[in-house]
T-cell receptor
Framework: KQEVTQIPAALSVPEGENLVLNCSFT??????LQWFRQDPGKGLTSLLLIQSSQREQTSGRLNASLDKSSGRSTLYIAASQPGDSATYLCAVRDSTGNQFYFGTGTSLTVIP | DAGITQSPRHKVTETGTPVTLRCHQT?????MYWYRQDPGHGLRLIHYSYGVKDTDKGEVSDGYSVSRSKTEDFLLTLESATSSQTSVYFCAISDFTGNEQFFGPGTRLTVL
């Protein structure tokens, strides 16, 4: 069974800092990987989707990379802002395309 | 935002009672998913649907059933609710297997 781990569980940084969030998975046979943010008491908002054949995706200040062979993905946030404070989740879609496995998330606080 | 609504948004019920949660989408997406989110476990897939009347089990399907009689509606039923089913339930949709998932706002269910 696929296991997805996100470290650290919580992170606090000053505004303006660049930061990296980590996601690791145990089975490299994946279909794709998706990053989400979740605000307290809310649903999940999709940030970036990386297909298994891709190495990275970018959207604004966000860049996600994927190293399938090592079972790792990183989410890079440039010039962090207080509005970036949220929990960030990664999710792996397995090779069948039908099962999803989520990490427990990294809770990010950006201090003004 | 993807047009996904969930009802009810909050529900308190007693052990042994049946409960049905509804997910409604206006995007005409083929795939629909039900997840539960619990502290320490992240999101876990309960059931999914790949078309009208086509459903399959996820990682934690025991105690749950689903139905999809129309493209836009996906129902999750707890035949006899237990306290272990207290959780936040999220619905998600996707148009194709390899594409992004979009999430609804969630339903907080408490089973006393």
């Amino acid at each position: 069974k696929q296991e997805v781990t996100q470290i650290p569980a919580a992170l606090s940084v000053p505004e303006g800092e660049n930061l990296v969030l980590n996601c690791s998975f145990t089975d490299s046979a994946i279909y794709n990987l998706q990053w989400f943010r979740q605000d307290p008491g809310k649903g999940l908002t999709s940030l970036l989707l990386i297909q298994s054949s891709q190495r990275e995706q970018t959207s604004g200040r966000l860049n996600a990379s994927l190293d399938k062979s090592s079972g790792r993905s990183t989410l890079y946030i440039a010039a962090s802002q207080p509005g970036d404070s949220a929990t960030y989740l990664c999710a792996v879609r397995d090779s069948t395309g039908n099962q999803f496995y989520f990490g427990t998330g990294t809770s990010l606080t950006v201090i003004p | 935002d993807a047009g996904i609504t969930q009802s009810p948004r909050h529900k308190v019920t007693e052990t042994g009672t049946p409960v049905t949660l509804r997910c409604h989408q206006t995007e005409n997406h083929r795939y629909m998913y039900w997840y539960r989110q619990d502290p320490g476990h992240g999101l876990r897939l309960i059931h999914y649907s790949y078309g009208v009347k086509d459903t399959d089990k996820g990682e934690v399907s025991d105690g749950y059933s689903v139905s999809r009689s129309k493209t836009e509606d996906f129902l999750l039923t707890l035949e006899s609710a237990t306290s272990s089913q207290t959780s936040v339930y999220f619905c998600a949709i996707s148009d194709f297997t390899g594409n992004e998932q979009f999430f609804g706002p969630g339903t907080r269910l408490t089973v006393l």
